[in-house]
């Protein structure tokens, strides 16, 4: 997760408040004021740690017992859901759906477990790759539909073959394409998911 661009946290009069600035003020952003609690959530979120990073140190910080945690993991999703819903924050994009693999690989000195439809393997498209049972370094997962990645997060990168976003993890777009329109990619880089159109028809 990580904080909006355009937004700063300032004592004002006593209080910690949120206040937007330059383009954010131009898009009539509004601030907002947070306890103690909120600074540090925003503070926290400097190292644009995921997800489950944040909820871990927000437990340790606060929990006093198993019940609490519980509540302090309802309270922390409540927040982080209105702060990503007001603009102040971007949440992690989805971990990728993969299904079992079915194809095991390796491919410059690197496991890779690839999940795939089955006339992938059976059509011997993947026979280049030399196979290397049981060692699992990524996961990556291959979908073939209709359904293509939305657009979402900060752009970064915007060329004629290629568009990435930034959001927790990584989303590539390949405008140039015409079988592959797209990867969305881990922050750690372990588990990716790769669009393929379905040209079938």
Known sequence: MKRSEGFLLKNVGGSRCLLPYGRAIADRARGTTLNETGAFIWEYLENEPSREELTR?????????AEDEKELRRDLDGFLSAMVSWGYIVGDPPEPKLPPRNAELE????GIALSCPENFVK?????KFRKKPGREDMRVGVTVGKTEPEPSGREVLRSFDLVVYERGGYL??????SKISGARLSRDGTRA?????DDSD
């Open 57 to 65: 140190e927000f437990i340790r910080r606060y929990s006093d017992g």
């Open 107 to 110: 491919i410059a000195g690197l």
């Open 123 to 127: 059509n011997g498209l993947l026979k």
């Open 172 to 177: 590539m777009l390949f405008p140039s394409l």
């Open 193 to 197: 998911e790769i669009f393929c159109r």
